[in-house]
């Protein structure tokens, strides 16, 4: 079956950074792009970047791009999430999920990662 | 960047109740409209794609509408296994943002 399976729990001291990873199957990983969404405790969804794993080609949110790197080794089906400079603000769970589309050329993300717990703290 | 604005912010209801969520689009997203829901320490889960499409497996109770800038989200006989978060998303431009979310209590 489709599914992408999220690297471990990571705990980081602030200033560090931390790498995610997120390894897809039962589908051709170069055919839908990857995004990248984050939940901090108690709180909604917001989302970080997508990126096509065919070209490499990446669009991240305003907020994060100076310090999200997203890329991926096709050769292994493995998308990745580079997060710099962390903060205790970016204690979060992070998710990838797959963007898929229908006929219409309308998207939705499709499965989703199980998640990946990073905890910034001194 | 566009804003979605879901109501209730959460909401306590009734097994066997009829439950309906709202999402306001700060400008025209078409169709560009998912809802998904989240229960306690899971990932989200596609419920409705394009506004109205129901994912397989998702149970029929589940239906959405709307276009343009204001959409709903309508339980039409609520389960147990409902009680969750439930989330809003356009996809029409980046940032592909999601409402703040509506969390469904059982009463």
């Known amino acids: 079956q489709v599914q992408l399976v999220q690297s471990g729990a990571e705990v980081k001291k602030p200033g560090a950074s931390v790498r995610v990873s997120c390894k897809a199957s039962?589908?051709?990983?170069?055919?839908?792009?990857i995004n990248w969404v984050r939940q901090a405790t108690g709180q909604g969804l917001e989302w970080m970047g997508w990126?096509?794993?065919?070209?490499?080609?990446?669009g991240i949110a305003q907020k994060f791009q100076d310090r999200v790197t997203m890329t991926r080794n096709t050769s292994i089906g493995t998308a990745y999430m580079d997060l710099s400079s962390l903060t205790s603000e970016d204690t979060a769970v992070y998710y990838c999920?797959?963007?898929?589309?229908?006929?219409?050329?309308?998207?939705?993300?499709?499965?989703w990662g199980q998640g990946t717990l990073v905890t910034v703290s001194s | 960047d566009i804003q979605m604005t879901q109501s209730p912010s959460s909401l306590s209801a009734s097994v066997g109740d009829r439950v309906t969520i709202t999402c306001r689009a700060s400008q025209s997203i078409s169709t560009y409209l998912n809802w998904y829901q989240q229960k306690p320490g899971k990932a989200p889960k596609v419920l409705i794609s394009a506004v109205s499409s129901l994912q397989r497996g998702v149970p029929s109770r589940f239906s959405g509408s709307g276009s343009g800038t204001e959409f709903t989200l309508t339980i039409s006989s609520l389960q147990p296994e409902d009680c969750a978060t439930y989330y809003c998303q356009q996809t029409y431009r980046t940032p592909r943002t999601f409402g703040q979310g509506t969390n469904l209590e059982i009463k």
């Open positions: 990126m096509n794993p065919y070209t490499g080609n990446t």
């Open positions: 999920a797959r963007y898929l589309n229908d006929y219409s050329n309308l998207y939705w993300f499709d499965p």
């Open positions: 039962g589908y051709t990983f170069t055919n839908y792009d």
